[in-house]
């Protein structure tokens, strides 16, 4: 981590800690737990480069708010994910899940918790006024891309799709939503509130779904060359759950991989956008 990003990150954690530190009750240690028990904050930084990419360090300010909510929106994507009706995981970054260390009623509500909490903070958010207008459409993309058409509707895609009709296209379908899609939302969250310009803003969004699909296929390769999650409650189903670098083999997926942090840097020269940063966190995706 360059020394840009590592100051980005800092003010991300402040940030999240400042937001989380409103009670002592049970349900905010479980939202702490969750949200600051560690993490890359690979999105929240991708919503602060984005900005930076096009409205300097004005921007950035402006985003950080928001760099936070995509963050608690992630947070408890996983807390819900962990949950013994979803994947059943007893472990989170080395430490017992949300629901392991608090129960499952309490981990559930801290998600739901997380999530409102995440649009009470963008709309509380203070943008200059030339933003206003960028601010409302960035709260009406991220509750898009979090919910049915995108985070939500692929996890549901993921919990009914299975081995026997898993083609590589079907699952990029599933990744392009699943995880996709709220870290398109990160990328055009930022060049929203930096301003970014037509041409440029289809240029970044192309680049934020090369790089969520890229991240899929990294994981579903660290997944395979470690032998895969622990099947639970997903063994009760009919199959266990497509992993796209098992249906197409590691060779491959590593070839995908690569083809598609190239398309990110390539929609990256096409609008001319020099970001430094944006280019590291798509280049730091080869790294299995």
């Known amino acids: 981590m360059n020394k840009k990003s590592a100051k980005m990150r800092a ?4 940030e999240l800690g400042r937001i989380l530190a409103r009670g002592d009750t049970i349900l905010y240690q479980a939202m702490r737990y969750a949200v600051l028990g560690g993490g890359k904050r690979y999105r929240p930084l991708l919503t602060l480069a984005s900005a930076e990419a096009f409205g300097g360090a004005e921007a950035v300010k402006t985003a950080l708010p928001f760099a936070a909510a995509v963050e608690l929106i992630h947070a408890y994507s996983l807390v819900h994910d962990d949950l013994p009706c979803m994947d059943d995981d007893d472990l989170r970054r080395s430490r017992l899940s949300c629901h392991k260390a608090f129960g499952e009623d309490i981990a559930l509500l801290a998600g739901d918790a997380l999530l409102t909490l995440a649009f009470e903070v963008m709309a509380a958010a203070e943008v200059p006024r030339r933003r206003w207008a960028g601010k409302t459409r960035v709260i009406e993309e991220v509750a898009r891309l979090a919910g049915h058409d995108g985070m939500i ?9 299975t081995l026997e009709n898993a083609t590589p296209e079907g699952l990029f379908q599933i990744m392009l939503r699943k995880t996709g899609a709220l870290i398109t939302a990160s990328v055009r969250a ?3 509130l930096g301003g970014a310009p037509a041409a440029a803003f289809k240029g970044i969004t192309i680049y934020g779904e090369n790089v969520g699909l890229a991240f899929q296929v990294r994981d579903d390769l660290r997944d395979e060359e470690t032998g ?7 063994a009760a189903r009919a199959s266990a759950e497509p992993n796209y670098a098992a249906l197409i083999g590691k060779e491959g997926a590593r070839e995908r991989l690569a083809a598609l942090v190239a398309g990110a840097l390539a929609a990256l ?5 020099k970001s430094p940063l944006l280019r590291r966190l798509a280049r730091d995706l080869l790294v299995v």
Do not use: F
């Open 11 to 14: 003010s991300i954690e402040a």
């Open 228 to 234: 895969g999650k622990p099947l639970k409650t997903r």
């Open 190 to 192: 930022g060049a929203v």
């Open 153 to 161: 509707g692929g996890q549901v895609l993921d919990m009914t799709y």
């Open 269 to 273: 020269d096409k609008v001319r956008l």
